[in-house]
């Protein structure tokens, strides 16, 4: 969609990004005109990055060694194994104290069940997008954070394991979020490194965070200049005004 193009330019120029971002789509039918994902996937997560590069199309059999991305993303169509996949892999998690019996129930789950994700980067995407993801560190989630708080009147979640629940968590209360990641998917993906997160924005209010986003990334700009300069004079021996400072910021 041509206003996708226009909105993905938007915020790989104004967060300054590494890494274009992706959409995500869950559709029942199969989405004509869209390759299948032909390769094996270690992980749910690790679509997130291919989709950075190409537009292609899932569905469970291609999350088959991601039971607890099957689970979080409420595939429909999935092997008899991967009950059993499930409960083995929570087991294993539940023996190392890493997740608790009593947490599993809170990790969100798609509130419908699919039978295709559709992935791809948001600049060519022909679908309407259910979430948008970006991948962010620190000083471009202090933008996202500021705009996300203005269009969601709030602060935003902060989430951890595991790091495919961001997807249902937005999609299911289309209110934007952060997560940390897990240390599944900070070993299988080559983005996700140790100074970067994962955004993720509800689809239907991308216009809205684009436009707070494209406006905080300049006024954080400007800012930045005038406490870098303010900061030197002080270093330099001088006890300047707040003006004194803003009209340094022609300097």
Excluded at 105 to 116: K, W, Y
Excluded at 202 to 228: M, Q, R, W
Aim: net charge negative; hydrophobic share 40%.
């Amino acid at each position: 969609m041509s206003s996708y193009r226009t909105q993905a330019a938007q915020l790989e120029e104004s967060l300054s990004l590494s890494l274009p971002p992706v959409a995500i789509a869950f559709t029942d039918d199969p989405p004509a005109g869209i390759s299948s994902y032909e390769e094996a996937a270690p992980a749910g997560c690790y679509f997130w990055q291919e989709a950075s590069q190409k537009v292609f199309s899932t569905s469970a059999k291609d999350h088959e060694l991601c039971a607890i991305g099957v689970h979080t993303h409420n595939l429909s169509g999935a092997s008899e194994s991967q009950t059993g996949e499930l409960m083995t892999a929570l087991e294993a998690m539940q023996g190392l104290d890493y997740v608790r019996e009593e947490e599993v129930a809170a990790i969100p789950v798609l509130s419908q069940p699919v039978q295709h994700a559709v992935y791809g980067p948001l600049a060519e995407f022909p679908l309407d997008a259910d979430v948008v993801l970006l991948f962010a560190h620190a000083q471009q989630s202090l933008i996202l954070t500021e705009a996300v708080a203005r269009v969601d009147e709030g602060v935003p979640l902060a989430m951890g394991r595991p790091a495919c629940a961001v997807v249902p968590q937005v999609r299911n209360g289309g209110k934007a979020a952060m997560s940390l990641g897990c240390c599944g998917a900070r070993a299988y993906l080559d983005a996700l490194s140790d100074d970067v997160a994962l955004w993720a924005l509800p689809g239907d209010s991308l216009e809205s965070y684009c436009k707070e986003i494209g406006g905080l990334a300049k006024s954080n700009g400007i800012l930045t200049v005038f406490h870098e300069r303010r900061r030197e004079d002080v270093a330099a021996g001088k006890r300047p005004s707040v003006q004194e400072s803003l009209e340094r910021l022609a300097d």
